[in-house]
């Protein structure tokens, strides 16, 4: 955000009315301050102010959305320079180049690789989001072919990259529904693509041959209307880039430099022959600052570390990963199925519930809202103990599921064991489980 709490305030209406969710003005603007709200919430602000507070309170490096609908990729957005200053925003997007001049078995290959690259964890899918069509043979009809097949045989959003406008249009002309990014790779030709990006709404991606030529290319396509940016500094060699990109996002926000802000987009696949050079340079862009990572292809054994550590840095530090709390079933469970209660500390679920699975016995897993907080920290914080507990279980109507009246705790809860049972008024046993999930499997076919 650009303006302060106070800034913000003076242009509220100052009701105090309440209708935004918080008690006044003043806490609405510093909650909009910190970017924890909006201004719509707000329906007594003029649409004159709308207009000035949206504008001053835009992030400093515009969100760039590629593609429609729910399934486009939002990159930019961004508001700070470190994590723990605030969340990260839009994680970058990872696509996998695909050239027109690559054989049809390896294009098909690596068509399959992008449909079949897909991981869960803590209930999250981490797969590649783009595919970037290279043209090298400059032939439009060609282009074109590819173009269709990747559309109709992916959902993947679309990076058309190419220097010749009429190759450009050929691309476009298939895909243009999808709202691709069209990313010039040399400074002949961006003014002809910049018109086609303006005529038809797509964003544009542009290369300087250093930040200079960058800035003043960027400044340039600013003045002629164009919005939706993105930028490539034109480093190809890991220092100069990782400079480059710590310079875009310092200027951009601390001086609010226009033409930095935008997203930037990087290509590992373009530094080196090597493939793992190439996965270490992208785990480098993916924590300084890229909002998209071209890769030459989308191996397991690469990509996932890196989905994983995308996954880890753009994630909000402050806000837990939660489920829903409720009874969730494993294996089919019946009357008889053993009964285990848990907080809602997304990644202890997906332990224990992995476990679960993979013991094969059917079992009860009642998952308790404890804000996200695992089960020793949310016992300590009056979370997950004894009293809520049993009014939670009661609640859940667990009782109703099951014949029996056995629950099991977490082994590390060991010490309210009695006093869940007198809360529970002797009318269920508790079992204490064991300490580590990976001896849930044997703990329950002892007691199954
Ligand atoms: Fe103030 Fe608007 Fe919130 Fe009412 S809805 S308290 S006027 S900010």
Request: proline share 6%; net charge neutral.
């Amino acid at each position: 955000m650009g303006l302060s709490g106070i800034e913000i305030f003076k242009k509220l209406p100052k009701k105090n009315c309440k209708e935004c969710g918080v008690p006044t003005c003043l806490a609405f603007a510093m909650k909009l301050a910190q970017g924890k709200a909006e201004l719509v919430e707000c329906p007594y602000v003029s649409e004159e102010v709308m207009v000035e507070l949206s504008e001053a309170s835009a992030p400093p490096i515009r969100t760039v959305t590629i593609g429609v609908g729910e399934n486009a990729l939002k990159v930019g957005g961004e508001t700070v320079m470190f994590r723990h200053d605030k969340t990260f925003v839009n994680p970058p997007g990872i696509a996998v180049l695909i050239s027109d001049k690559m054989s049809e078995e390896e294009i098909n290959q690596k068509i399959k690789q992008f449909n079949q690259i897909k991981f869960e964890r803590v209930g999250l899918v981490l797969k590649p989001d783009l595919i970037a069509i290279k043209s090298e043979t400059q032939n439009g009809d060609k282009y074109a072919s590819l173009v269709r097949k990747i559309k109709d045989q992916t959902e993947a959003k679309i990076i058309l990259i190419s220097s010749q406008k009429e190759v450009m249009k050929a691309g476009l002309d298939c895909c243009q529904d999808k709202r691709p990014l069209l990313y010039v790779p040399t400074s002949n030709g961006v003014n002809e693509i910049a018109q086609l990006a303006k005529e038809n709404n797509c964003p544009l991606a542009v290369k300087g041959s250093n930040l200079e030529e960058l800035a003043e290319t960027v400044d340039r396509l600013i003045k002629e209307g164009l919005k939706d940016l993105v930028i490539d500094s034109g480093a190809r060699d890991i220092k100069q880039l990782l400079e480059d990109q710590i310079k875009i996002r310092r200027t951009a926000l601390k001086t609010k430099f226009k033409p930095f802000g935008f997203p930037t987009i990087t290509f590992p696949n373009e530094m080196t022959e090597d493939p793992m050079k190439e996965a270490l340079y992208a785990a480098v862009m993916i924590a300084k600052y890229a909002g998209i990572i071209v890769l030459s292809d989308l191996e397991v054994y690469r990509i996932f570390p890196l989905l994983v550590q995308r996954l880890n840095l753009y994630t909000d530090p402050q806000r837990p990963m939660v489920m829903e709390p409720k009874i969730y079933e494993i294996n089919e469970p019946n009357e008889k199925s053993p009964v285990i209660i848990t907080t809602n500390f997304s990644l202890t679920y997906f332990i224990v519930s992995g476990e679960v699975e993979g013991s094969k016995i059917p079992t009860w897993l009642c998952i308790m809202d404890t804000e996200g907080l695992s089960t020793l920290t949310a016992w300590s914080a009056g979370k997950f103990v004894p009293d809520l507990i049993a009014v939670y279980l009661k609640k859940i109507g667990i009782g109703d599921k099951v014949s029996h009246r056995k629950v099991i705790i977490p082994g590390y809860l060991a010490q309210i064991k009695g006093e869940l049972e007198d809360e529970l008024k002797n009318e269920w046993e508790v079992i204490v489980g064991p300490r580590e999930a990976s001896d849930l499997p044997n703990f329950l076919q002892k007691i199954a």
